[in-house]
């Protein structure tokens, strides 16, 4: 089972990806905590969770579309939890922009790797659109070359294209966990960027992944 914790433990309840962990975890580096901050505008927060959805690639993210697709459908299964209902683009009341990059973190260094994508989207102070700049604690740590991963999904009025929610979530875990699997890296990511949302406006918050 994987135990995710916010001010407390929590438990992520998911058999797919704890039955993944119980079959790989003992030789790969230790996962560290997925950081994850999150950017909104109070004025139309209420908007957010309602009505209709589609969620695509970021505007100037290269990522590979069968690996993006994991982290876009993982998204869309938060969005449809918070209530809203899936859409075409042409008929979504709200877009939601999805990034990813994916990249090595060198043993004993914390020095990343070659980055594999880009980050288009990826949001500062809200509406900035520039990087957040986090402090990532990539944890882990000893010989093993872990996999970071960025996420950033950015919620628009399809109308106006005014930015209504953002939020970023880092990850970095062995290269031979199976959380470096795009399905289960998604999932993990994808409820933590989404949980207790809308979450606090400009907060960093850490929450903790055990193998």
């Keep these: 089972m994987l135990n995710v914790s916010l001010s407390g433990v929590r438990t992520l309840l998911g058999t797919a990806v704890a039955a993944t962990l119980l079959a790989g975890c003992a030789t ?34 290269e990522t590979e579309a069968l690996e993006l697709s994991a982290y876009k459908n993982e998204v869309l299964q938060q969005l449809l ?11 979504a009341d709200h877009i939601a922009q999805v990034a990813l990059e994916r990249f090595t973190i060198e043993p004993e260094s914390n020095r990343r790797g070659p ?44 109308e106006t294209q005014q930015s209504l929610w953002e939020g970023r979530a880092s990850l970095a875990v062995g290269r031979d966990s199976p959380l470096a699997q795009p399905a289960a890296n998604a999932a993990i990511i ?20 055990s193998q």
């Design 190 to 209: 994808a409820d933590a960027l989404f949980r207790d949302f809308p979450g606090n406006d400009g907060e960093t918050i850490e929450i903790e992944v």
């Design 81 to 91: 939890a918070l209530g809203y209902r899936e859409a075409s683009r042409t008929e």
């Design 28 to 61: 790969t580096a230790p996962a560290g905590p997925v950081e994850v901050t999150r950017f909104h505008n109070a004025a139309a927060l209420a908007q957010v969770g309602t009505g209709t959805v589609f969620v695509e690639t970021a505007p100037g993210d």
């Design 115 to 158: 980055v594999s994508v880009g980050v288009g989207g990826s949001t500062g102070s809200f509406g900035s659109g520039v990087g957040l700049g986090l402090g990532i604690n990539l944890g882990g740590g000893g010989q093993k070359e872990r996999v970071g991963s960025d996420v950033s999904v950015r919620i628009r009025d399809a």
